[in-house]
C-alpha cells in the first residue's frame, strides 16, 4: 500500500488534478483557466460552486470560502447587511476527519461578514459528541445556540422540548420539499412540528473494487475452485463471505487482495451500524418493520437467530481479512483501508464515494462502484420463528443508518436574542445549492436532496458519468427501498447502539460466542429500557415505525 | 564616647488583639445574616428542584454566586469579629472553602448518587434504587475483567522500577555526559502520554503502514500486528506505559542515591565489600523508603491508567486491554448510566484506599525490620 502511494502515476484523478490546480492558479493571477471561466460564465449558482475545486482535487479553505460567499444570495433575502452586528453564536458540531465543523468554518466567513454575527464553535470527535451533548441537557447547561445533530437523538432533544421550531421563511429559503424521502417528516418532526433543518441523509451502502470483480484472471480462478456462482460483484451476504474466503492470499498487481472489510471496535455507539448493515438482510423481514424490537414490550430481537448469524459472519470472515481487522474502527476500514487500496468490500456511508476522486488519501480513482447492501436467500420471520425463503429471491433490506446528520437550533438562541441568526447560520449551510456541493466533496456529508440526484450536475465536475451513475443509484435505491431498515427516533438509542457493540467487540475477539455477546447485549437492552421507562419507550418505539 | 542607644525590642504583635466590640458585634452579624440568606436560598432552590415550590432560580448558577459572596463576607466577618484570630482564619478560609466545595461536597453527593439508578435519558430522571449498582457491580463480568487487567498493570510497575533502579545507579556514577543523559532520561516523562501514545502506539506500531513494519517484513515477518493478541495488547500496552514512566520513578531513586552519605559507602569499601555486596547490604536497605515512596506512587498513578489504553487500543481486542477508569468512562459518560459508574467509582476508590493502606503498612514493617 505504501508503496502504491509512493508510486502514484498518472492516472485519470492526478491529471485531472494537475489540470484544475493549473485552472485555479492561473484565476487567482487574473488569467481564468477554462473551466472557472466556464463556471463563472454561467448563470448558476450550483454549476459556479461545482467547479471548485474540480474533480481530482480536495477542496482547500480558501476554495470553499469562494463556496460560502457564492452561496449567500439566499441568505441576503432574509437577512439585511449587519442585521446580527453585535451577536455571537455557538455551533457544536463534529471534527471528523478534517470535516464537518472544519469545512464549516470557512463555508460560513462570507456569512459573518455580511450578516455580521460572529460564530464560536465546539468541536468534538464523533464518539464524543452525543455524550456531551446529553450532559448538557441533563445538567440544565446548553450552551451551543446551533447544534449539529442525528436524527437518532431527536427523542432526547425534541422529546424534551428544547430545540426551537423551524420558521417559515427558513423552510422556504433551504426548499424543504426539495428533501430526499428518507428526511420527509417524521424524521426532523415532533408532535407534527419541524424542528430540523437537513444538511445530511445516511444509509450505508456497498462499496466494492470494480477491478477486482472484473479482473478475469480471478475469475478463472474462481470458477477452477468451484464457485457457486459467476465471478462478479457479490449479491448476498453468503456470497461475500465465500468471496471473502477465495481472495485471502491472492494478490492483483502485487498487492494483497483482501475481502470484506468489518469494523469491529467500539466507536462511541456508531460502530453499532456495521454490524447491523451485516445483520439487516437477516433480520429485517419485509413483512415486518420492527427488526430491533418487538413493538409490543420492547424486548429486544439482538440476540435472534439472525443477528446471531450475522456476528458469526463477522468471526468467521476475520480470520481472512487484513491483520489486526479485529481492533478496526470505522475511521481505519474507509480511509486507512478502502480508500488506501486495501480491501474490495466496504459497508459503509456516502462519504467513500463522494472521496474516491476528491480526497488525497485515497489510490483507488477508476476502481470503484457502488450497489446497495448486500442481500440474503433467506430471511429470519419474527412472528413465526422461522428462516424464510422469499419467492421474490434473495431479501435486501438496506440499513438506514443514522439517517443523516442535521443541525438543529436551541431553544436557548431565544433568550438570549440570537434565534434568527441561528436560523439564518443553519440555513446557510444547509442551503440548497450548498447540499449538492457538500455531497460532492468531502464534507462529513452525503446527497440529502432530490435535487442532488442530478447526473449532469455531477459531470460538471469531471467525474465519471458511470462512476456517478453508480453512486447516486447506490444512494437513492437505498434511501427508497420498500424493506429499508429504519432505525428508531427513541431517547437513548446511542445507549444501545454502545452497550452491544462493547458486547461484539468481545465476541469478535474471541472472549465469548456469538450467541453469549448478543445474549450480554440483550440483557443489557432490557435494562436501559427498564432505567428510561418501558411504556414510553414502547410508545414512542411504535411511533418511529409508523 | 557617644552612648550606645539602648536597643528597642518591639513586642511581638499579639494575635489575640481584641477588636472593638462594635467591629466584633458587625462581624458576628454579618457572618450570621450572610449564611442564613444563603441558606433559605439553597432551601429555596432546593424546593423549587425537587418540585415542591414554584419559588427560585432557573439553574443553581446563583445560587453558586450566592455561595461565593457569602464566603467573601465570612472572611471579612472572620477579621472584623475576632481580630487577628480572624485573620489568621482567613489564610486559610479559601484553602478550606475551596476543599469543601471541590473536594468534599461532591465525594459526599457522589456517595449518595452510587444509590440511585440514573440513566440521563429517563424521564423520570434520578430513582433512589438502595444497593441495586452494587449487586449489579458484583455480577457485572466487564468490571472484573478491568481490575484482572489493573492486577496486570500494577504488577509491571515492579519491572518498571527494576529498569528504573538501573538507569539510576547507572546515572549515579561518575560517567562521561552524565548531566546530558540525565536530561534525555527525562525526556519522555515531559511528553504527554497521550502524544507518545498516538506517535508510538497509533503512528509506529500502526499494522498497515507504521514505519517498522517494512522493517519487521523485511526480516521474513507476516500479517504484523501488535494489538491482535491480547497478550501481545497488554504488554505493548504496559511498555508504553513504561516508556513514559520510567524517568519519574528514576529521578525519585537517583535523588536517594545522591542523598547516601559517601563515607557510608567509603567505609564499605574500606571494610572489603564488593560492590553487589554493598548494593544488597548497605544502598537497597537505605533507599527502601524511597524505593516504597516511587513504587506506591506509580501504583497510584497506575491505577488511574486510561490515557495511553483509550487512545491505543480503546480497551481491545475485545476487552483485553481494557481498565477501570476506561468502564467507568463507557459506563458513565457513553452509555450516560450515572448513578451504575459513580458506584463503579466508589467501589474502587474502597478498594485501592484498603489495598493501599494494607500495602503500606506491611511496606513500614519490612523496612523497620530490616534497616
Known amino acids: ?546 | 564616647m557617644q552612648d550606645t542607644p539602648a536597643l528597642e525590642i518591639s513586642e511581638p504583635r499579639v494575635a489575640s488583639a481584641a477588636s472593638p466590640e462594635w467591629r466584633a458585634i458587625f462581624g458576628r452579624t454579618l457572618i450570621r445574616v450572610t449564611s442564613l440568606a444563603v441558606l433559605a436560598l439553597i432551601v429555596m432552590q432546593f424546593l423549587k428542584t425537587a418540585g415542591v415550590t414554584e419559588m427560585g432560580f432557573a439553574n443553581w448558577r446563583p445560587v453558586a454566586v450566592a455561595l461565593l459572596a457569602w464566603s467573601a463576607s465570612l472572611c471579612l466577618g472572620m477579621v472584623l469579629s475576632r481580630g487577628q484570630h480572624g485573620e489568621r482564619a482567613v489564610f486559610l478560609l479559601p484553602a478550606v472553602l475551596l476543599t469543601v466545595a471541590f473536594v468534599i461536597f461532591p465525594t459526599i453527593y457522589a456517595l449518595f448518587i452510587a444509590f440511585n439508578s440514573w440513566n440521563l435519558s429517563a424521564a423520570a430522571g434520578r430513582q433512589f434504587n438502595g444497593l441495586d449498582n452494587y449487586r449489579q457491580l458484583l455480577n457485572d463480568g466487564g468490571y472484573w475483567n478491568a481490575m484482572k487487567n489493573m492486577g496486570y498493570y500494577v504488577t509491571a510497575v515492579l519491572a518498571q522500577y527494576v529498569i528504573a533502579y538501573l538507569l539510576a545507579i547507572l546515572l549515579n556514577q561518575n560517567i562521561r555526559g552524565r548531566k546530558f543523559f540525565r536530561v534525555v532520561f527525562l525526556l519522555p516523562f515531559m511528553l504527554s502520554p497521550v502524544a507518545v501514545s498516538f506517535m508510538i502506539g497509533k503512528s509506529i506500531l500502526n499494522s498497515q503502514y507504521g514505519p517498522i513494519i517494512p522493517v519487521l517484513e523485511a526480516l521474513g515477518f507476516t500479517n504484523i500486528s501488535f494489538y491482535e493478541d491480547p497478550w501481545l495488547a497488554r504488554l505493548n500496552i504496559m511498555m508504553l506505559d513504561a516508556w513514559y514512566s520510567i524517568p519519574f520513578m528514576m529521578v525519585l531513586l537517583l535523588a536517594g542515591l545522591q542523598a547516601i552519605p559517601f563515607e557510608v559507602l567509603e567505609s564499605a569499601k574500606i571494610d572489603g565489600a564488593s560492590s553487589l555486596q554493598t548494593f544488597l547490604h548497605m544502598i537497597f536497605p537505605l533507599m527502601l523508603p524511597v524505593s516504597l515512596t516511587a513504587i506506591i506512587l506509580r501504583v497510584i498513578f497506575e491505577l488511574k491508567l486510561i490515557d495511553v489504553v483509550r487512545v491505543v487500543t480503546g480497551g481491545g481486542p475485545g476487552s483485553a486491554t481494557d481498565t477501570i477508569s476506561l468502564f467507568i468512562y463507557r459506563e458513565g459518560i457513553q452509555k450516560t448510566n450515572v448513578g451504575y459508574a459513580t458506584a463503579l467509582s466508589q467501589f474502587y476508590l474502597l478498594i485501592i484506599i484498603i489495598a493501599i493502606t494494607v500495602v503500606l503498612w506491611v511496606a513500614n514493617k519490612w523496612v523497620e525490620k530490616v534497616t
Open chain 1, 1 to 546: 500500500m505504501r508503496s502504491r502511494i509512493l508510486r502514484q502515476s498518472a492516472n485519470r484523478r492526478s491529471v485531472i488534478k494537475a489540470a484544475t490546480g493549473a485552472a485555479a492558479g492561473l484565476y487567482a493571477w487574473g488569467i481564468p483557466g477554462k473551466s472557472y471561466q466556464r463556471a463563472l460564465a454561467q448563470e448558476s449558482v450550483i454549476q459556479q460552486i461545482l467547479a471548485i475545486p474540480g474533480a481530482g482535487a480536495q477542496p482547500t479553505e480558501s476554495d470553499m470560502q469562494r463556496v460560502g460567499e457564492l452561496v449567500l444570495e439566499p441568505t441576503k433575502a432574509n437577512v439585511q447587511p449587519g442585521e446580527f452586528q453585535g451577536q455571537q453564536l455557538t455551533f457544536l458540531g463534529l471534527n471528523n476527519g478534517g470535516v464537518h465543523n472544519l469545512v464549516f468554518r470557512p463555508l460560513s466567513e462570507a456569512w459573518q461578514e455580511y450578516t455580521g454575527a460572529q460564530i464560536e464553535w465546539i468541536d468534538l470527535p464523533q464518539n464524543e459528541v452525543f455524550a456531551r451533548v446529553q450532559q448538557s441537557i441533563v445538567s440544565d447547561t446548553i450552551d451551543f445556540d446551533v447544534l449539529e445533530g442525528g436524527a437518532p437523538w431527536e427523542g432526547d432533544i425534541l422529546g424534551q422540548g428544547l430545540a426551537s421550531a423551524m420558521p417559515d421563511w427558513v423552510a422556504t429559503q433551504v426548499d424543504v420539499a426539495d428533501y430526499v424521502k428518507l428526511l420527509q417528516p417524521p424524521v426532523g418532526t415532533w408532535d407534527g412540528t419541524t424542528y430540523r433543518l437537513s444538511i445530511d441523509a445516511d444509509a450505508h451502502n456497498f462499496n466494492y473494487r470494480s477491478d477486482v470483480f472484473a479482473n478475469q484472471d480471478l475469475a478463472a480462478e474462481w470458477s477452477a475452485a468451484g464457485g457457486a456462482q459467476e465471478w462478479g460483484v457479490p449479491q448476498t451476504w453468503q456470497q461475500v463471505q465465500a468471496v471473502t474466503q477465495f481472495l485471502s492470499g491472492k494478490q492483483l498487481d502485487g498487492e494483497d487482495l483482501y475481502g470484506i472489510l468489518d469494523e469491529c471496535a467500539p466507536w462511541g455507539g456508531f460502530g453499532w451500524y456495521f454490524f447491523a448493515s451485516r445483520a439487516s438482510a437477516y433480520a429485517k423481514h419485509p413483512d415486518n418493520s420492527a427488526w430491533l424490537f418487538n413493538p409490543a414490550d420492547m424486548t429486544p430481537y439482538v440476540n435472534n437467530p439472525a443477528f446471531v448469524r450475522a456476528a458469526q459472519d463477522v468471526i468467521d470472515a476475520l480470520p481472512f481479512e487484513p491483520s489486526d481487522q479485529v481492533n478496526a474502527d470505522g475511521n481505519r476500514t474507509w480511509q486507512e483501508q478502502f480508500l488506501a487500496g486495501i480491501g474490495s468490500m466496504l459497508h459503509w456511508w456516502g462519504d467513500v464515494g463522494s472521496n474516491v476522486y476528491t480526497n488525497d488519501v485515497s489510490v483507488v480513482q477508476d476502481k470503484v462502484m457502488f450497489s446497495i447492501l448486500p442481500g440474503s436467500d433467506d430471511v429470519y420471520n419474527n412472528e413465526s420463528g422461522e428462516w424464510d425463503t422469499l419467492p421474490t429471491g434473495p431479501n435486501f433490506a438496506p440499513n438506514e443508518a443514522y439517517i443523516g446528520w442535521g443541525l438543529y437550533v436551541m431553544n436557548r438562541s431565544e433568550a438570549s436574542g440570537v434565534n434568527k441568526a441561528a436560523w439564518s447560520l443553519a440555513a446557510h449551510l444547509g442551503g440548497k445549492d450548498l447540499g449538492t456541493w457538500t455531497a460532492v466533496y468531502p464534507s462529513g456529508f452525503q446527497p440529502y436532496r432530490t435535487s442532488s440526484f442530478n447526473e449532469d450536475l455531477w459531470a460538471t465536475t469531471g467525474l465519471p458519468a458511470e462512476f456517478v451513475a453508480s453512486y447516486l443509484a447506490s444512494q437513492a435505491d437505498s434511501y427508497n427501498h420498500p424493506n429499508g431498515a429504519i432505525e428508531p427516533r427513541i431517547p437513548g438509542i446511542f445507549q444501545y447502539y454502545v452497550a452491544a457493540e462493547i458486547e461484539l467487540a468481545r465476541a469478535y475477539a474471541g472472549e465469548i460466542t456469538a450467541q453469549e455477546a448478543l445474549d450480554a447485549a440483550a440483557a443489557a437492552w432490557e435494562q436501559i429500557t427498564d432505567d428510561i421507562g418501558r411504556d414510553s419507550q414502547i410508545g414512542l418505539y411504535q411511533a418511529a415505525l409508523g
